[in-house]
């Protein structure tokens, strides 16, 4: 096993090369201790601790015991004694006497001396005897030595090709293993062997001793060997909380702490033969198909059966799990249970009787509820599907659990809780591990407690990890939440439950993360079909000779006379059976269903459902009138709750629009939250800097000027029956915490889940999860979300990277077909939505943005909603909108056609310009201008995926003799223009309309320059649409304001060109 390489450098400086008490009373030969009237003189190099302000504060001691021996403690006493007598220079110190009660399992020094090889007593008065003091400090520092770094030099790998492993020696330990350890961990330590049978006091800070307070040095170091260096490997020494550190000393030190009942044995075996039956099974069935299978890591299966149910036993009824490729279909025959014959008809191809697409059969989740026999209580398993996308499943894994446990009020994660498993490669070098780690000690994101289970089969495909990461461990991210971790050798069942146990009672305990590294080896290629020899020729020898660990265990309880050869073989034969019981009834099967692979199943939201019945939208005025007017009230006790001046300011402002039936982004976001948490869906905003809003318009939050922590959310508090409100700060991560809420999202559908990006621009931070799980996570493993996707996007001269939120990227992956208009029908809004696999959005009112966010609950399936959202709009005057526009009867207006001048007098316009979001406010402003609102209608498209075709149709026919055009801010490569321009086409296919006549000479073709009309120089050509906007450009936009406006100017004036 790969360990640091610096492992045989490692020291412990103190004591190295001298003892302690020595060091501490260093006498250099020359000086002398004087003491003159009432000044003690003394060399800071004969007496260190009398040095800087600590001798002043002994000149003081020394003087009052000049005048009363009395009023000082009785250690100075002895002190100013010993140096007046004239004791030799660091010979003056005496210790103090202990004065306070002895603990447990402590007991005064002086009790060990008649066992301390003939040393002179202690006694009152006497200079202890350095050498005692030197030796117990010695021992001590041996002990810590062992927890701290002991599982440097643990035996892990069964393969034994590990650097750090130690090299047999019968030198001076009495027979003790351990050379390693003697470099590594005792190699400041200078007994000899007449040492070994001294008693040494055990300090509180280890459990090797059980009952015993005192052991021989040979015990010792025994015990913490077998605790620290046999099998088992643990960090936890850099936790900083002593109750945790002895809590795990207490679990893993005291000896034989790892020994099993019979029973306990006979379970284990009967585990790993399913687990090793179970691949062998598929091995034989279907040799060239690709598994992942578990071979070598055959433990992987009765240690995650270990911790359920331990945990089971703790209380907890539901576990959700995140897992990559190795091992999974053995996770789920054998841990969830899932009908073994429902995972065979996975291999023999079959096509699928219900909607999607679907995943390749070791991505695909489950749901199960069962009993658990051991425990003999109720549990639900769910496995996550997840994309190839290596721990990409862990944050989603995480939402979904939290969500559980919220939805459960399970507040403290007593009965929920996650088990991510993780391959030793991926675990380290994927950075989202470590964006997902920093989730777990969040008060909104904490799931207390993830039990992480390393299937450490020392490679990542064909890379060893010499080359794959620069951490000692493939553990080492787990170290920055203080999570105990356990490595084990994988070729010790029992080891491997042992810990396993305590992990589970680690987790239950503190709800904090723990990390078990099974190290483990990888028996075939990186698949069925890979060839590892190519590049791990030595490691694939040592492989090819070292025996199954069913075969070992088995061979060992046989030895141990817990089982017969007989009761082996009769275990493995009737797991064969059922096996081959299986594969005949899938054999049966014609079809496979998607369905049954879902991992969130929420009963009951569909039944009875009309699919295609959309509810209103729109909400009773006194509804907005109430929720406007709490959301501007300052806190209810605010004559003591102090909030920030300008925080005043916009409430006014906010109560004043309210009283004017008017509304602005964050009142239009506010009265879409409020009004669903009254109908009882839970909200939950979560994203960076959410909680005031980066741009500062939101202030769902607010904080007392004076106290600390006094907030005051007035969602939170707008009918008492209403349902919970979340507003949550993130982690500064995309990729986690945007997994983290599509977790969230799936669990729960009636709850509004949303995840605001601070700039759009950063969502291609989290692009796996938004290309893996969202975009296409329905049609992968028939699995819904309705989450929201807030992404403030505009041009607005903020340069390159505060821009532009890609709106193409969203519309390129939407699943419509750009060459199928669908047929009209009262329900054609629905059906399209129903068929998407997104919503994309660009609103340009608040009232837009109001019923857009309600109608993501108000649809009877969830789609995810990407909205791009405004920044300069959140405060523009004109981007308002009144209540008559969200009242009862309103709804959500895919399109707003014009409604100026220019839609009374359709058939003389000659532009009609299309466009989506901010740039219409700059459009209606230049056209005003220029005098232009009877010649050019503009048409809004406020939801621009799945494309309006209706809504767009019906306007473009409205005006027929008008040249159409589309208008954008972004470049043309970027925005919506490659999104709409095929969809305009199809639907203005056969459309032709009269315009003049093109032609003239073929300069002026070249040229673009048209004749000047005549008489019929008219002519009927197909309809089409042209394109308004920034040239195409490889940065989303220019760091020059004078640039961008010049761009901007540029194309309003191409806007304004008839
Ligand atoms: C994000 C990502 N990058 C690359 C891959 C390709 N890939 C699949 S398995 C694998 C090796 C994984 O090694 P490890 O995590 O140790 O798991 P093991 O296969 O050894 O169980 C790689 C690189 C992937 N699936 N996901
Ligand atoms: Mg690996």
Same mark, same amino acid.
């Given at each position: 096993?790969?360990?640091a390489?610096v492992?045989?450098n490692i020291s412990n400086k103190v004591g190295n090369t001298e003892r302690f008490a020595s060091w501490l009373l260093n006498k250099p030969q020359t000086a002398a201790v004087t003491v003159k009237a009432n000044r003690l003189k003394s060399s800071t190099a004969a007496e260190p601790f009398l040095n800087g302000s600590s001798s002043a504060y002994v000149e003081t001691m020394y003087n009052s015991w000049l005048s009363d021996p009395n009023s000082v403690h009785a250690s100075w006493d002895a002190f100013f004694r010993n140096a007046t007598a004239g004791a030799a220079p660091g010979a003056a110190y005496t210790s103090p006497p202990n004065l306070a009660p002895y603990n447990k399992n402590e007991m005064p020094l002086s009790a060990l001396v008649?066992?301390s090889g003939?040393m002179p007593s202690i006694s009152a008065g006497s200079p202890i005897n350095e050498k005692i003091i030197d030796d117990h400090l010695a021992v001590q520092a041996i002990i810590r030595s062992y927890q701290s770094r002991g599982h440097l030099? *643990?035996?892990?790998?069964?393969?034994?090709? +590990? !650097?750090?492993?130690? %090299? #047999? @020696?019968?030198?001076?330990?009495?027979?003790? $293993?351990?050379?390693?350890?003697?470099?590594v961990v005792r190699q400041h330590v200078r007994f000899?062997?007449?040492d070994?049978?001294r008693?040494f006091k055990l300090p509180s800070t280890t459990f090797i001793g059980?009952?015993?307070k005192a052991?021989?040095l040979?015990?010792i170091?025994?015990?913490l060997?077998?605790?620290y260096?046999?099998?088992?490997?643990?960090e936890f020494m850099f936790i900083n909380s002593l109750e945790q550190c002895n809590w795990i000393r207490q679990?893993?030190?005291?000896?034989?702490?790892?020994?099993?009942?019979?029973?306990?044995?006979?379970?284990?075996?009967?585990?790993?033969?399913?687990?090793?039956?179970?691949?062998?099974?598929?091995?034989?069935?279907?040799?060239?198909?690709?598994?992942?299978?578990?071979?070598?890591?055959?433990?992987?299966?009765? *240690?995650?059966?270990?911790?359920?149910?331990? +945990? !089971?036993?703790?209380? %907890? #009824? @539901?576990?959700?799990?995140?897992?990559?490729? $190795?091992?999974?279909?053995?996770?789920?025959?054998?841990?969830?249970?899932?009908?073994?014959?429902?995972?065979?008809?996975?291999?023999?191809?079959?096509?699928?009787?219900?909607?999607?697409?679907?995943?390749?059969?070791?991505?695909?989740?489950?749901?199960?509820?069962?009993?658990?026999?051991?425990?003999?209580?109720?549990?639900?398993?769910?496995?996550?599907?997840?994309?190839?996308?290596?721990?990409?499943?862990?944050?989603?894994?995480?939402?979904?659990?939290?969500?559980?446990?919220?939805?459960?009020?399970?507040?403290?994660?007593?009965?929920?809780?996650?088990?991510?498993?993780?391959?030793?490669?991926?675990?380290?070098?994927?950075?989202?591990?470590?964006?997902?780690?920093?989730?777990?000690d969040?008060?909104?994101?904490?799931?207390?407690?993830?039990?992480?289970?390393?299937?450490?089969?020392?490679?990542?495909?064909?890379?060893?990890?010499?080359?794959?990461?620069?951490?000692?461990?493939?553990?080492d991210?787990?170290r920055v939440v203080n999570a105990p971790?356990?490595?084990?050798?994988?070729?010790?069942?029992?080891?491997?439950?042992?810990?396993?146990?305590?992990?589970?009672?680690?987790?239950?305990?503190f709800?904090k993360?723990?990390?078990?590294?099974?190290?483990?080896?990888?028996?075939?290629?990186?698949?069925?079909?890979?060839?590892?020899?190519?590049?791990?020729?030595?490691?694939?020898?040592?492989?090819?000779?070292?025996?199954?660990?069913?075969?070992?265990?088995?061979?060992?309880?046989?030895?141990?006379?817990?089982?017969?050869?007989?009761?082996?073989?009769?275990?493995?034969?009737?797991?064969?059976?059922?096996?081959?019981?299986?594969?005949?009834?899938?054999?049966?099967?014609?079809?496979?269903?998607?369905?049954?692979?879902?991992?969130?199943?929420?009963?009951?939201?569909?039944?009875?459902?009309?699919?295609?019945?959309?509810?209103?939208?729109?909400?009773?005025?006194?509804?907005?009138?109430?929720?406007?007017?709490?959301?501007?009230?300052?806190?209810?006790?605010?004559?003591?709750?102090?909030?920030?001046?300008?925080?005043?300011?916009?409430?006014?402002?906010?109560?004043?629009?309210?009283?004017?039936?008017?509304?602005?982004?964050?009142?239009?976001?506010?009265?879409?939250?409020?009004?669903?948490?009254?109908?009882?869906?839970?909200?939950?905003?979560?994203?960076?800097?959410?909680?005031?809003?980066?741009?500062?318009?939101?202030?769902?939050?607010?904080?007392?000027?004076k106290v600390d922590k006094?907030?005051?959310?007035?969602?939170?508090?707008?009918?008492?029956?209403?349902?919970?409100?979340?507003?949550?700060?993130?982690?500064?991560?995309?990729?986690?915490?945007?997994?983290?809420?599509?977790?969230?999202?799936?669990?729960?559908?009636?709850?509004?889940?949303?995840?605001?990006?601070?700039?759009?621009?950063?969502?291609?931070?989290?692009?796996?999860?938004?290309?893996?799980?969202?975009?296409?996570?329905?049609?992968?493993?028939?699995?819904?979300?309705?989450?929201?996707?807030?992404?403030?996007?505009?041009?607005?001269?903020?340069?390159?990277?505060?821009?532009?939120?890609?709106?193409?990227?969203?519309?390129?992956?939407?699943?419509?077909?750009?060459?199928?208009?669908?047929?009209?029908?009262?329900?054609?809004?629905?059906?399209?939505?129903?068929?998407?696999?997104?919503?994309?959005?660009?609103?340009?009112?608040?009232?837009?943005?109001?019923?857009?966010?309600?109608?993501?609950?108000?649809?009877?399936?969830?789609?995810?909603?990407?909205?791009?959202?405004?920044?300069?709009?959140?405060?523009?005057?004109?981007?308002?909108?009144?209540?008559?526009?969200?009242?009862?009867?309103?709804?959500?207006?895919?399109?707003?056609?014009?409604?100026?001048?220019?839609?009374?007098?359709?058939?003389?316009?000659?532009?009609?310009?299309?466009?989506?979001?901010?740039?219409?406010?700059?459009?209606?402003?230049?056209?005003?201008?220029?005098?232009?609102?009877?010649?050019?209608?503009?048409?809004?498209?406020?939801?621009?995926?799945?494309?309006?075709?209706?809504?767009?149709?019906?306007?473009?026919?409205?005006?027929?003799?008008?040249?159409?055009?589309?208008?954008?801010?972004?470049?043309?490569?970027?925005?919506?223009?490659?999104?709409?321009?095929?969809?305009?086409?199809?639907?203005?296919?056969?459309?032709?309309?009269?315009?003049?006549?093109?032609?003239?000479?073929?300069?002026?073709?070249?040229?673009?320059?048209?004749?000047?009309?005549?008489?019929?120089?008219?002519?009927?050509?197909?309809?089409?649409?042209?394109?308004?906007?920034?040239?195409?450009?490889?940065?989303?936009?220019?760091?020059?304001?004078?640039?961008?406006?010049?761009?901007?100017?540029?194309?309003?004036?191409?806007?304004?060109?008839?």
């Amino acid at each position: 096993m790969h360990r640091a390489r610096v492992v045989f450098n490692i020291s412990n400086k103190v004591g190295n090369t001298e003892r302690f008490a020595s060091w501490l009373l260093n006498k250099p030969q020359t000086a002398a201790v004087t003491v003159k009237a009432n000044r003690l003189k003394s060399s800071t190099a004969a007496e260190p601790f009398l040095n800087g302000s600590s001798s002043a504060y002994v000149e003081t001691m020394y003087n009052s015991w000049l005048s009363d021996p009395n009023s000082v403690h009785a250690s100075w006493d002895a002190f100013f004694r010993n140096a007046t007598a004239g004791a030799a220079p660091g010979a003056a110190y005496t210790s103090p006497p202990n004065l306070a009660p002895y603990n447990k399992n402590e007991m005064p020094l002086s009790a060990l001396v008649p066992a301390s090889g003939g040393m002179p007593s202690i006694s009152a008065g006497s200079p202890i005897n350095e050498k005692i003091i030197d030796d117990h400090l010695a021992v001590q520092a041996i002990i810590r030595s062992y927890q701290s770094r002991g599982h440097l030099v *643990a035996r892990l790998d069964p393969l034994g090709i +590990s !650097t750090g492993d130690p %090299v #047999e @020696s019968t030198e001076w330990h009495g027979g003790l $293993r351990g050379f390693a350890s003697e470099a590594v961990v005792r190699q400041h330590v200078r007994f000899d062997e007449a040492d070994m049978d001294r008693v040494f006091k055990l300090p509180s800070t280890t459990f090797i001793g059980e009952k015993e307070k005192a052991l021989p040095l040979r015990e010792i170091l025994y015990r913490l060997e077998q605790a620290y260096c046999n099998n088992i490997g643990i960090e936890f020494m850099f936790i900083n909380s002593l109750e945790q550190c002895n809590w795990i000393r207490q679990r893993m030190e005291p000896p034989d702490v790892t020994k099993m009942s019979n029973d306990q044995k006979r379970l284990i075996l009967a585990r790993l033969t399913r687990s090793a039956g179970f691949e062998n099974f598929l091995a034989k069935k279907w040799s060239s198909e690709k598994r992942f299978g578990l071979e070598g890591c055959e433990i992987l299966i009765p *240690a995650m059966k270990q911790v359920i149910d331990m +945990s !089971t036993k703790l209380g %907890v #009824e @539901s576990i959700i799990m995140g897992m990559p490729h $190795r091992g999974r279909l053995n996770v789920l025959a054998n841990v969830c249970r899932k009908p073994l014959h429902q995972l065979f008809t996975q291999f023999a191809g079959l096509e699928a009787e219900d909607d999607g697409s679907g995943d390749v059969k070791y991505h695909l989740g489950t749901y199960i509820e069962r009993l658990n026999r051991v425990t003999n209580k109720n549990i639900r398993l769910a496995v996550c599907a997840n994309p190839s996308h290596l721990e990409a499943v862990d944050p989603v894994v995480q939402g979904k659990t939290r969500a559980e446990q919220f939805y459960r009020g399970d507040n403290e994660g007593k009965k929920v809780m996650s088990i991510l498993l993780h391959g030793d490669a991926a675990f380290a070098g994927q950075g989202v591990v470590f964006e997902t780690m920093h989730l777990s000690d969040l008060p909104a994101y904490t799931t207390h407690g993830t039990i992480h289970i390393v299937a450490n089969n020392q490679i990542g495909f064909t890379t060893d990890p010499r080359h794959s990461r620069s951490s000692a461990y493939c553990t080492d991210v787990a170290r920055v939440v203080n999570a105990p971790i356990f490595h084990v050798n994988g070729d010790n069942p029992e080891a491997v439950m042992h810990v396993c146990n305590v992990a589970a009672e680690w987790r239950a305990t503190f709800h904090k993360d723990v990390v078990i590294d099974i190290v483990s080896y990888r028996r075939n290629g990186h698949n069925e079909v890979d060839e590892p020899m190519f590049t791990q020729p030595l490691m694939y020898q040592k492989i090819r000779n070292t025996k199954p660990v069913l075969e070992k265990y088995a061979a060992q309880l046989i030895a141990e006379g817990v089982v017969t050869a007989e009761e082996v073989k009769d275990v493995s034969d009737k797991y064969v059976k059922i096996c081959e019981d299986a594969y005949n009834q899938a054999k049966q099967e014609t079809h496979i269903k998607y369905k049954d692979w879902l991992d969130s199943p929420w009963s009951g939201f569909f039944e009875g459902k009309d699919p295609l019945k959309v509810s209103p939208t729109g909400v009773v005025e006194e509804t907005l009138v109430h929720i406007g007017k709490r959301f501007s009230a300052p806190p209810p006790n605010a004559a003591e709750f102090e909030i920030h001046k300008g925080l005043l300011r916009i409430l006014k402002s906010r109560m004043e629009m309210v009283e004017n039936r008017t509304i602005d982004w964050a009142l239009a976001e506010a009265m879409a939250f409020g009004s669903l948490l009254k109908e009882g869906i839970h909200v939950r905003l979560s994203g960076e800097d959410v909680e005031r809003g980066t741009f500062s318009h939101r202030h769902h939050v607010l904080h007392h000027q004076k106290v600390d922590k006094a907030t005051y959310c007035a969602l939170a508090h707008l009918y008492p029956d209403q349902a919970p409100y979340t507003v949550c700060n993130s982690s500064l991560s995309e990729y986690g915490v945007l997994g983290f809420e599509v977790g969230y999202s799936v669990t729960n559908p009636n709850a509004l889940v949303l995840w605001e990006a601070q700039f759009g621009d950063f969502n291609n931070v989290a692009q796996c999860i938004i290309d893996q799980f969202i975009s296409s996570g329905q049609a992968k493993w028939v699995r819904q979300s309705g989450i929201v996707l807030l992404q403030p996007h505009g041009m607005e001269g903020m340069g390159p990277e505060h821009s532009s939120a890609r709106l193409e990227r969203f519309l390129q992956m939407s699943s419509d077909d750009p060459d199928y208009m669908p047929p009209e029908s009262n329900d054609y809004e629905v059906r399209q939505l129903h068929d998407c696999n997104w919503i994309v959005a660009n609103c340009s009112t608040p009232a837009s943005l109001f019923h857009i966010l309600r109608r993501q609950i108000a649809l009877p399936f969830r789609k995810p909603l990407i909205i791009m959202t405004p920044k300069s709009l959140l405060r523009h005057p004109e981007c308002r909108s009144s209540f008559d526009d969200m009242r009862e009867g309103t709804s959500f207006r895919r399109v707003i056609p014009e409604e100026g001048p220019a839609s009374k007098n359709a058939s003389g316009v000659k532009k009609l310009a299309f466009c989506t979001g901010r740039v219409y406010y700059d459009m209606i402003k230049e056209r005003r201008e220029k005098g232009l609102e009877n010649d050019i209608a503009i048409c809004r498209l406020e939801q621009i995926s799945p494309f309006p075709y209706d809504l767009i149709k019906a306007e473009a026919a409205k005006y027929s003799n008008a040249q159409l055009v589309w208008s954008q801010e972004e470049h043309k490569n970027m925005g919506s223009w490659t999104y709409v321009e095929p969809r305009f086409r199809t639907l203005l296919q056969n459309q032709r309309t009269i315009r003049p006549k093109s032609g003239g000479s073929w300069l002026g073709q070249l040229f673009g320059r048209a004749p000047p009309p005549t008489g019929d120089d008219t002519e009927t050509v197909p309809r089409t649409i042209s394109y308004n906007g920034r040239a195409t450009a490889a940065s989303p936009a220019t760091g020059s304001k004078a640039a961008h406006n010049k761009e901007l100017k540029s194309l309003l004036n191409e806007f304004c060109a008839l």
